[in-house]
């Protein structure tokens, strides 16, 4: 332990976990020594030191594989350079199913375990047996073999990245806690403790189930709260070797590994239990909670069938440890939108171990290049709103989320708890309507609606789902008649003021200085030409502009554009998403509906793609936004919240004869795949360029004064695109995609489905995806090449689009901007 406490340091971090640690030892890997990192207890003396140490590789992100694997080979190699030993023994995985859903799951995630290159083998319950011993296999149905996972010792771990982070010049104090955080002119600059002041250029939260206190200090929601999570170590049982793997049995909730002859077996069961309501004990050092056998008695139960050994073992400890758990089990890394400086890293989810070697990475170059050098959206702050950090929402919403490590991964899974939290306007009358609902940024959004005669709740398959048939009917009215969406969900940013103009010119990569009434999609870049967002830009007058942006962008969005609002620029940016419900009126028809209700012109002449103006609708009045996101006619209607029951009702009215129907998000997704049209965080990701996603037409590389990103979008058009998003379609009719299906060329791995769904316009599955080629994918590649789709196990052939698969009037895609807005 360093000796006294400095008065300054270029970085402060608060928490001496194993996450903290791993931030500084990487941020001393880039050469930043001047760093602090604050503890209150001992190092690793909070959630750290009980840990159970699984290491497992795959995620259902490519990108937090990326991290975990960095995390396996970073364990491996530490002790040679800090001469202490992490405990990592890489002794691989099994996963077991029990079921025939089960096995599909496992299947694909062994596919997609092949996209991502991670070594994967499907195994019979006989090879499963082979390879752990003490397990019972009489019930299974097969298990999956991930060679290159692994366990770490947590406490060895963190003292061996705090010892390689001291040898780069960090500071490390134990017993000293932060007691509040010094800020000026919306930055951090320190930190106060019991000890003294810090003054610090930035400020990092690695304060683990404390993070939300830390976070209160300065106003920055950090959105976790506590759950009990609860595992018991055993003596000898035979059969149990040093060597033996990390096994998982999801439909039981549990996972075991070695430990000192015996095992440890925990999990994570479907009902989880809160704790910590009144917060954290800030003396809770080396501490558990009492034992709690009735809330551990489901894992017992299960455990008993797996290994029926167990029955007449020793069990030597029950180790109840309190964890953070986030609303969506992500954790949360990243600089706070409310707080320039001050930066996250905490919620770990129970996987914090082995996240802490790539997520302690991540950050530390965040905070060393002032921007993230990967796609890290999954886990972004951002990706949180204020109200993610109510007490009483986390509270509900934790007892859901510890379960879903091995609840099923179901395609389209919604969680149930903390519901309905965000409710557009025309809520009860969607449900009235049969309306079925999923969740995005809180908001309640209709997935597809069920008739009298059908259940209104979704039964979850990885086949064809209950709802196959509904949303038949939505697409087919939206292509050949006309079809509401509710898209209340829509983030909505006004900027304005004099330099509006100037200064959103610079952030978008299209030229967004256009005729007052036109509307602009666009991508926002980040230095590295990859989509920070994409979003739609309307100029209502000379000095304001509505940008209108995916739901669950809102934060992530207005962050990027204000940092970028230049200290003395004339501009004010303001979320006005709650003002305006957005209602789609999307499809052939759609003209017809509406110009029964507005005495606007609407012919083609006079109101034309791209361009908006104000108009009546029956009593109300709206921005009509001539855009559509699923390549019919159609008008977004961005209706101020107190005109929306007004305006829907007037439009079904209007549309009754006409075949009118609501239509919900499912639709709305399948009716872009089927186009071709790219969504962000889909396939347009910060590491995607517009050449990558075949939107280089939407990119104004020669406008004055250019724009953030240019000059890395524009030395990419000089090199080949190794990497390339492609629409593919089924050959045969039946089988669904749903997305993260293995892509192969002549037989090769060559990329994965990004998103996919069953297109009724066109009689097959259709998907966006990526093709990647080291030295170049172009279209010679893409056509010479036999393309086929891994599903669960099976390989289906696949034509490959150049051109929209459904574009009954020829390819629009290439030649009018794709109107995408994120879903
Ligand atoms: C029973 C159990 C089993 C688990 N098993 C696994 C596993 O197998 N694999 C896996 O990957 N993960 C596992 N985890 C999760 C893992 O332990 C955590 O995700 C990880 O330890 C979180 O690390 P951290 O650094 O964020 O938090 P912590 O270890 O809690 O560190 C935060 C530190 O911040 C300090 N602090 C807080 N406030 C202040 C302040 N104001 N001033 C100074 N210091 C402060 C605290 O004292 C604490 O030491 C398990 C967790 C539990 C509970």
Redesign the pocket.
Known sequence: MSAELPTQARVVI???????CSVAYHLTKLGWNDVVL????QL?????W??????GQLRSQSSMTTLVRYSTELYARLEAETGLATGWKNCGSVSVARTQDRMIQLRRTAASARAQGVAVEVITPEEAGKLWPPMATDDLVGAVWLPGDGKAN?TDLTQSLAKGARLGGAKIFER????GIRTKDGRATGVSTNKGDIAAEIVVN?????ARN?GRMCGVSVPLHSAE???IVTGRIEGVHPDLPVMRDPDGYTYYKEEVGGLVM?GFEPHAKPWGMDGIP?DF?FALLPDDWDQFEILMENALVRVPQLAHAEIKKF?N???SFTPDNNFILGEAPELGNFFV??G?????????GGAGRALAEWIVNGEPTMDLWPVDIRRFGPFNANQSFLHDRVKETLGLHYAMPWPNRELDLARPLRCSPLYDRLKAKGAVFGSKMGWERANWFATENEKAETEYSFDRQNWHDAVRREMKATREAAAIFDQTSFAKLLLQGRDACAVLNRICGANIDVEIGRSVYTGMFNSRGGYESDLTVLRLAADRFLVVTGSAQPVRDFDSINRNIPAEAHAVLTDVTSSYAVLGLMGPKSRDVLSRLTPTDLSEDAFPFATHRQIDVGYGICIANRMTYVGELGWELIVPTEFAAGVYDALHEAGRDIGLMDAGYYALEALRLEKGYRAWSRELTPDINPWQAGLGFAVDLDKAGGFIGREAILEAKGRPVTRRVVQLTLEDSSPMLWGGELILRDGKPVGEMRSAAYGHSIGCAVGLGYVDRPEGVDKEFLMAGRFQVDVAGSLHDAKLHLKAAYDPQGSKIRSSPSPAKAA
């Open positions: 608060i928490g001496g976990g194993v996450i903290g604050i503890e209150q207890g690793s003396g909070g959630t750290t009980h840990a159970a140490g699984l290491v947590p000293v806690r932060v007691t690695c304060a683990g189930q404390w830390v999570h609860m595992y925990g800030d050092e180790y440890g309190p964890e890293g905490a770990f989810n129970s996987m914090g171990i082995a996240s802490a």
